[in-house]
Nanobody
Framework: QVQLVESGGGSVQAGDSLRLSCAAS????????MAWFRQTPGKEREFVARVRSGDSTTNYALHAPSVKGRFTISMDIAKNTVYLQMNSLKPEDTAVYYC?????????????????WGQGTQVTVSS
């Protein structure tokens, strides 16, 4: 059974940092596309970042324009865990953040490209 378990969310002030973790079980991250999405009430899930195994440098990781330069996605194959380092947080980053796993060849920024999802972790940024 595939499980993705997110952790690391919380309530912080604008400008602070958080690191989200997504621990995977029942699958290996090799040859998978791993992504973070976020969602606020009444809105669709929004793509945040994606990384895939085999990327030799972080340049092959992809980040949404709204978070580029502030957030960094990474993957630890040995720990079967994906991270999202979030720096310089803004109130508009407030959302539930979800980890997702899917096939590499599908569009990286569509939620429908991902087959497995975690339960989500709340991030709240106050001004």
């Amino acid at each position: 059974q595939v499980q993705l378990v997110e952790s690391g969310g919380g309530s912080v002030q604008a400008g602070d940092s958080l690191r989200l973790s997504c621990a995977a079980s029942g699958i290996t991250l090799i040859n998978l596309s791993m992504a973070w999405f976020r969602q606020t009430p009444g809105k669709e899930r929004e793509f945040v970042a994606r990384v895939r195994s085999g990327d030799s440098t972080t340049n092959y990781a992809l980040h949404a324009p709204s978070v580029k330069g502030r957030f960094t996605i990474s993957m630890d194959i040995a720990k079967n865990t994906v991270y999202l380092q979030m720096n310089s947080l803004k109130p508009e980053d407030t959302a539930v953040y979800y980890c997702a796993a899917g096939a590499v060849r599908k569009p990286h920024d569509l939620s429908t490209s991902y087959d497995h999802w975690g339960q989500g972790t709340q991030v709240t940024v106050s001004s």
